[in-house]
């Protein structure tokens, strides 16, 4: 009996740790493509300098973590922030290199450079930064951001 039930019990810890086990249901190449459309699709709400815009990018429960500062939570306080930003700031270009990326179908976990040509009252800037952004999958089937995470980069 003893030399029956270990099998068994191998076995049965096998299939139940593989049907707990995620599907990832998405390639990394189909996450990049998603994430650098979604990255061109901000980079355009930030030209605009529509905080609105901005703010649609964001789930309603987000959380922006901008270099410097605290943590600003939910897309109505972030719409705040960028409004209050962008009283003073206009961002003429913006660029991403997504350096790692990695999730599933449903959030997607990103890491990269981005760049940005931001005139600040007279004087232009060229800024580049380090990021870490989460974008999740809502139901209507879009990826928004859930973490923006950013410190200038050296």
């Not at 270990?6 to 096998?14: K, R, W």
């Not at 649609?56 to 429960?61: F, P, Q, V």
């Not at 940005?116 to 974008?135: A, F, G, P, R």
Request: proline share 2%; aromatic share 10%; net charge positive.
């Amino acid at each position: 009996m003893k030399t029956i039930m270990l099998p068994l019990m191998a076995f049965l810890l096998i299939v139940f740790c593989s049907c707990n086990k995620p599907e990832q249901g998405i390639s990394k190449a189909e996450m990049r493509k998603i994430v650098e459309s979604r990255n061109t699709t901000l980079g355009e709400c930030f030209k605009s300098g529509d905080a609105e815009k901005v703010a649609l990018m964001y789930a309603d429960s987000a959380k922006l973590s901008p270099n410097g500062s605290g943590f600003v939570h939910g897309r109505n306080n972030i719409k705040a922030f960028w409004a209050e930003d962008f009283k003073t700031s206009k961002t003429l270009e913006m660029n991403t290199n997504v350096l790692t990326i990695d999730g599933d179908k449903d959030i997607i976990y990103e890491t990269g450079l981005a760049s940005s040509k931001i005139m600040y009252k007279d004087t232009l800037y060229n800024v580049t930064v380090k990021y870490i952004n989460v974008w999740r999958k809502q139901a209507d089937g879009n990826y928004l951001l859930d973490i923006d995470f950013w410190n200038k980069a050296k």
